[in-house]
Structures are given as structure tokens and as C-alpha cells.
């Protein structure tokens, strides 16, 4: 039984493709039984990508179409698949946390992914010029960007401990050596170690994130050395497109399958409507696990 926990569409995101029904249609058609519906939370008018033509009042009206869309769609196909209802989150600074938990509060939300794509306010995974903007005034080295990066994400999982973690190592994606080792910085790597513990302790949930793969890195978010500290530690992953589109719906499955066979992981968790069975923030969601042996006889992990 195949699942998703992060998805966007181009009906509310400016940076995908499809509307939101088609990208439900699509993952029916894949065979997904569970799939996370998590359009990216409005932000400020500072915060606006390149693309956006857009206006944060203008963002927060396309969000409450968003919900309003997400439910409809979430009955329209319950006989065929189960879908989920949430919000990737944008940790840009720390004011940042009061406007978050408004959206919590406004909206009654199945889960959300805690993300970082800014350090010092400038996106890190949009393009190179920004990366290198954002590396610059982190005195110009990926050592400390890398650093900064992973500082600000233990600030947003300290104040929000989200349910689902989303792609934890997203800095490397546009570094200059994407697919290197971070234990090559041993500062870097304590805070690695530092945010990988303290979501375990909370109960948080990291994302094997596949969108990694159609980008080019050689592994998923995260990679095999992160995977490994956390689940030593007690940790849980579980699945995630993060599709952009029908076209990328359930893409590098059967990949993200052959490295956790390589990694020794062995299970992995996900999230459906039902009796609540680990986060009290969201009574109508049980927690289930199912091995990996079971996901491989499914069509989509070929």
C-alpha cells in the first residue's frame, strides 16, 4: 500500500504543475492508498519567490481555496483513496512561529511538514544564485551555511515539533558538493545529531523524501548516514513524493525501496484518518507501520 506526505499542485503552487484533482487522480491511478495533500503555507510579502506574482493577502485568500478544495476532494474520493489534509510550514525566522500557529489554529489540519527553505531570509533550493546569496552572508563557505541551516531547523523543531519532518538535508541539494559526507564537518554533524535526537525524543517523524532523486543527488532526503544515526537512535521515517505535479507522483519508489534494502530499513511509518495513536494535536489520525517486504509487492516500487 503505497503513500505520500507531501505533495503540491499547480492550482496553489506557482512552482508545480496539474490542479490539485488531477494530482489526486493521478496518485488513484499510481495505486496510493494514503496521500498527503500539503500546499505551502502563505508568507509575507518579503518572503514572495521570483515567480510569484503574488501579494500576501492574495496568498492567504489562494490558501483558503486550498482547504476549501482539499475537503471537498478528501469526501469526492473516499471510497478510492484516503487523503490527508495539511500545510508545509516555512521556518524563515523567528517571527515566523505566531503566524504558523494561527494557520494551525485556523484550519483543522490532519498534519503539517516542518520545512526549512530560507537561511538568512533567502531561499536556499530555488537556484544557484540564490544559494550562493544565502552562503554569502554566511561568511561565503557551505561549512557554515550548512551549519546556519541546521541551527535555524532545531529553532523551528523546538518551537513547532512538527508530526513530519520535511527533507532534513535540503541545504545540500545546490552546495558544491551535494552528495559529499557531512561528517567531513564535525560541527556541522553534532547538529545533525542534535536535531535527529531531539525529534526522536518529541516523537517526530522524518520524511525519505524521493524528490532528491529526480533532482540528481544520488540519495534522498536524508542521506544514508543521517537515516542511519536516526533510526539507531529509535527513530521513524516514512514515504514522501513531494511531487510537484501528475508527472512526478510516486516517482523513484522503486529506487528509495533499493536504498533502504542497502540502508537496512526495514520499515516505515504513515499516517491515516483514525483513532489517534501518537500526536494529541490531531485526534482524528492514527500512526501505522508496514514493512518494506510488503510495500515491494506493489507494482509502483518496480
Same mark, same amino acid.
Given at each position: 500500500?503505497?503513500? *505520500?506526505?507531501? +505533495?503540491? *499542485? ?36 518579503? %518572503?514572495?519567490?521570483?515567480?510569484? &506574482?503574488?501579494? +500576501? ?40 512561529? $505566531?503566524?504558523?500557529? =494561527? ?11 516542518? *520545512? ?6 533567502? $531561499?536556499?533550493?530555488?537556484?544557484? =544564485? ?46 558544491? &558538493? $551535494? ?29 525519505? &523524501? ?12 536524508? &542521506? ?7 533510526? =539507531? ?22 529506487? =528509495? ?21 501518537? %500526536?494529541?494535536?490531531? $485526534? ?6 508496514? *514493512? ?11
Amino acid at each position: 500500500m503505497p503513500f *505520500s506526505h507531501h +505533495s503540491h *499542485s499547480g492550482q496553489f503552487c506557482g512552482h508545480a504543475k496539474n490542479s490539485l484533482e488531477e494530482v489526486v487522480q493521478a496518485a488513484i491511478q499510481k495505486g496510493m492508498a494514503v496521500y498527503a495533500l500539503t500546499e505551502h503555507m502563505p508568507r509575507e510579502d518579503q %518572503d514572495l519567490y521570483p515567480e510569484e &506574482n503574488e501579494t +500576501s493577502q492574495s496568498l492567504a485568500e489562494l490558501f483558503d481555496d486550498y482547504f476549501y478544495e482539499a475537503t471537498r476532494l478528501q469526501k469526492a474520493y473516499a471510497s478510492k483513496i484516503k487523503l490527508l489534509i495539511g500545510i508545509e510550514i516555512d521556518w524563515i525566522r523567528p517571527s515566523s512561529k $505566531p503566524f504558523i500557529e =494561527a494557520l494551525l489554529n485556523k484550519y483543522q489540519f490532519d498534519l503539517f511538514i516542518g *520545512s526549512v527553505h530560507h537561511v538568512h531570509a533567502v $531561499p536556499i533550493d530555488y537556484d544557484r =544564485a540564490l544559494y550562493l546569496k544565502a552562503r554569502q552572508k554566511s561568511d561565503g563557505t557551505d561549512e557554515k551555511l550548512f551549519g546556519d541551516y541546521f541551527d535555524l531547523q532545531h529553532e523551528m523543531l523546538e518551537a513547532l515539533k512538527p508530526p513530519i519532518v520535511g527533507h532534513f538535508d535540503l541545504i545540500r541539494l545546490l552546495s558544491d &558538493n $551535494p552528495d559529499a559526507s557531512f561528517m567531513q564537518w564535525t560541527g556541522v554533524w553534532q547538529k545533525i545529531l542534535r536535531n535527529l535526537d531531539f525529534i526522536q525524543q518529541y516523537g517526530g517523524i522524518v520524511e525519505l &523524501n524521493t524528490a532528491a532523486l529526480r533532482k540528481g543527488l544520488s540519495e534522498p532526503y536524508p &542521506n544514508s548516514e543521517i537515516c542511519k544515526k536516526f533510526l =539507531a537512535g529509535g527513530g521513524t521515517l516514512t514515504m514522501s513524493d513531494d511531487s510537484h505535479g501528475i508527472d512526478q507522483v510516486g516517482t523513484n519508489y522503486g529506487r =528509495a525501496l533499493k536504498f533502504a534494502d542497502k540502508h537496512d530499513i526495514s520499515t516505515f511509518t504513515y499516517l491515516e484518518r483514525g483513532p489517534c495513536t501518537k %500526536d494529541g494535536r490531531f $485526534p482524528g489520525v492514527s500512526t501505522n507501520k508496514i *514493512s518494506v517486504v510488503e510495500l515491494k509487492e506493489h507494482p509502483l516500487f518496480a
